[in-house]
């Protein structure tokens, strides 16, 4: 059965550093070529951001295949070693704790050097060394009060109820919701989020909300500046606490015509229920990898020379989630890139076509997004469809921008005839 596994494990790695090589090898021709949506000199920045990005997470793949292996072949082991094999819920938690503390500790340096080196470089990254640290210890204290918290609440499923894989679904699933509902408090701990100015621009969006039939907790500039230099707006939270957030970067570079589009796309996303779609997705995920690792054989665990404790039971779960996860993610990246469709539809419905171009146009030249993606990338890991593809579905050729990377003069577009 470890055989078994580690052929698994070992087949979604090489498939995760073929289509990183792929990617990479594709920008890198691609960016060379003539340029579309921005400037020549625009175009080749992007690309450069794209394939240095896409380097770090190929040797990041790597480091996480290696420190599978050590956990399997030894790891465990070790770790209960250090924290004891009794299996109570409070080893459980101390067990899991230890073993995050581990993963954390060999992938820091890889977001390290994505922010500080990296984003550095491409002019993005706004964070001191200082605000770092802060962040880091927020998130620790989290992760360990909440975290631990569910952690313990899993054990003690495990330990004491036969089908434990039921119950934890359950309970996972559960806090999936919770989670939604409670991340407005959560991103408040981080940012500062002040309420959008009285004048013209608040009183457009809450008339495109009324008619969108959106009840919010308010309308909130976020402080996203101190820490990055990208564009961004989004819905947050679920039932009463949904409120309206834009970055602050967001306002200082679309004008108010263009922030409305923006805005009509997420309320799209509200109209048609995508975040539901996906709380459900996640639901099905999250049933079949608590249905497939609940029945895993405790002679597994001696293979690993582990006792087969609730802590380690948890730990082999969230170690091979992401297999699962990486098999399931075509499914979900088509429903949601059928879901942005839907939601740039009606964007341009109540925003204005013209303007929901603008701000896409905006969007990928400020946030160096390269426009292009190799088809494995795009099958695999887009949330998104290809911006070029959005553009079209809103009857926009991208080759009509200048090599500035703006609009055409005049501020006329010219769409293609569909016939």
Do not use: C
Not at 135 to 149: P, S, Y
Not at 185 to 208: H, Q, S, Y
Not at 394 to 412: A, C, N, W, Y
């Amino acid at each position: 059965m470890l055989t078994t596994l580690m052929a698994v494990y070992t087949l979604y790695t090489l498939l995760r550093v073929y289509i990183s090589v792929m990617q990479i090898g594709y920008i890198n021709q691609e960016k060379r070529s003539e340029p579309v949506l921005m400037g020549a000199g625009r175009y080749l920045v992007s690309g450069n951001y794209a394939v240095a990005k896409e380097k770090v997470a190929l040797l990041s793949h790597l480091v996480e295949y290696l420190l599978f292996v050590w956990w399997v072949l030894g790891g465990f082991a070790w770790l209960q070693g250090m924290t004891g094999v009794e299996d109570t819920v409070g080893s459980a938690v101390v067990f899991l704790l230890g073993f995050f503390a581990v993963n954390y500790l060999v992938m820091l340096p890889f977001d390290l050097y994505t922010t500080f080196k990296i984003d550095e470089a491409f002019g993005f990254n706004k964070m001191t060394p200082r605000m770092y640290l802060i962040d880091t210890i927020k998130q620790m204290v989290l992760f360990a009060v909440i975290g631990g918290a569910v952690l313990g609440g899993l054990a003690w499923i495990i330990s004491r109820i036969d089908n434990w894989w039921l119950y934890g679904f359950a309970l996972l699933f559960s806090v999936v919701v919770a989670a939604n509902v409670l991340m407005p408090f959560f991103m408040g701990l981080f940012n500062k989020f002040t309420p959008l100015e009285e004048g013209d621009l608040r009183r457009a969006i809450e008339v495109m909300m009324e008619k969108a039939g959106l009840r919010s907790d308010g309308i909130f500039v976020m402080d996203a500046s101190k820490r990055s230099g990208k564009l961004n707006a989004f819905f947050g939270g679920l039932g009463k606490s949904k409120r309206v957030v834009l970055f602050d970067t967001l306002l200082e570079k679309l004008n108010d015509q263009e922030l409305l589009a923006v805005l009509g796309h997420e309320l799209g996303h509200f109209k048609h229920g995508d975040i539901w779609k996906n709380i459900a997705l996640v639901g099905v995920l999250l049933f079949v990898a608590f249905f497939f690792f609940g029945h895993l054989p405790d002679g597994l665990f001696a293979m690993m020379g582990a006792a087969p404790t609730a802590g380690v039971k948890i730990a082999v779960l969230l170690l091979l989630l992401p297999v699962l996860s990486f098999l399931f993610t075509p499914i979900m990246s088509y429903v949601s890139q059928h879901n942005e469709y839907a939601a740039d539809a009606y964007g341009s419905e109540v925003g204005g076509q013209n303007h929901l171009v603008s701000a896409l146009l905006k969007l990928v030249t400020e946030n160096k997004s390269f426009p292009k993606s190799h088809p494995l990338v795009i099958f695999f890991y887009h949330t998104h469809p290809p911006v070029l593809e959005r553009l079209k579905a809103l009857g926009f050729d991208g080759t009509l921008v200048d090599l500035d990377g703006e609009l055409p003069s005049g501020g006329i577009f010219e769409f293609i005839d569909h016939g």
